[in-house]
């Protein structure tokens, strides 16, 4: 069965994020002021052959873990689903 999965890649909050941070101090001056706090990453997607979510999750965590993400310097999160699921 194919799952996709749509990962997202953040800057671990207590280290510094220069690309947000300039992103943040140039918001006022665009009249968008009430935007604050923003954090820059990646955002990935991939498709997995897998026979059922449990390992597809597996598989997507263990790629995160040893290749994707730097664990020193960020923080990952993902979610795994069926094409079905995504046309919803």
């Given at each position: 069965m194919v799952f996709?999965?749509?990962i997202d890649i953040l800057p671990l909050?207590?280290?510094?994020d220069p690309q947000g941070k300039a992103v943040t101090n140039n918001l006022p001056n665009m009249g968008l002021?009430?935007?604050?706090n923003v954090r820059i990453g990646?955002?990935?997607?991939?498709?997995?052959?897998?026979?059922?979510r449990e390992e597809a999750e597996q598989l997507v965590h263990r790629a995160c873990?040893?290749?994707?993400?730097n664990p020193i310097m960020e923080r990952f999160e993902f979610r795994?689903?069926?094409?079905e699921e995504a046309a919803l």
């Open positions: 996709h999965a749509a909050p207590a280290l510094l002021g009430q935007l604050t990646k955002h990935i997607t991939l498709d997995i052959e897998a026979d059922s873990e040893e290749l994707l993400a795994v689903f069926t094409a």
